[in-house]
């Protein structure tokens, strides 16, 4: 059962990855004037009540730790991230978010596609796609 919830995990992750990929390609050469034209790209500003948009998504409170994991799914190494996940959520360290989970932008990296969250009622902070918020 864990194994096929970290395949579905990493399925979901990869393909986030992928859009992920090919958004930050398309903006980021053109400048300031293409902000109008991205329309579809979330608007992230600090503090904003925002919502997870689907289950499987998860972050890290060390956002080093969220890239290494990041990089394992894009390694396609379903047992280094299936570890490191697991390792991350039993330290606290990482979480797993549920749909339509209310959170709050506390920090951002735009030019990575990372936001960093916090949920509605408590303080820890989680580093995660900025796709994962809408």
């Known amino acids: 059962m ?26 980021g050469g053109s400048g300031t004037s ?6 579809s790209a979330p608007a992230v500003t600090t503090g904003q009540d925002k ?25 396609k190494d379903n047992q280094a991230f299936s570890q490191g996940l697991a390792a991350g959520i039993l330290a ?11 959170v709050y932008i506390t920090d951002t990296a735009i030019f ?7 949920r509605k009622g408590e303080t820890q902070e989680y580093w995660t796609n900025l796709e994962a918020v809408e």
Do not use: N, W
Not at 5 to 18: G, I, N, T
């Open 2 to 27: 864990l194994r096929h919830l970290a395949s579905l995990l990493l399925f979901v992750l990869l393909l986030l990855l992928s859009f992920g990929s090919s958004d930050s390609g398309s903006g």
């Open 34 to 39: 293409s902000e109008p034209s991205t329309s």
């Open 51 to 75: 919502r997870i948009k689907d289950d499987h998504r998860f972050g890290c409170s060390d956002r080093e730790y969220f890239e290494k994991l990041i990089s394992y799914a894009v390694q």
């Open 92 to 102: 606290g360290s990482c979480t797993m978010f549920t749909a339509g989970e209310q």
């Open 112 to 118: 990575s596609g990372l936001v960093e969250v916090r």
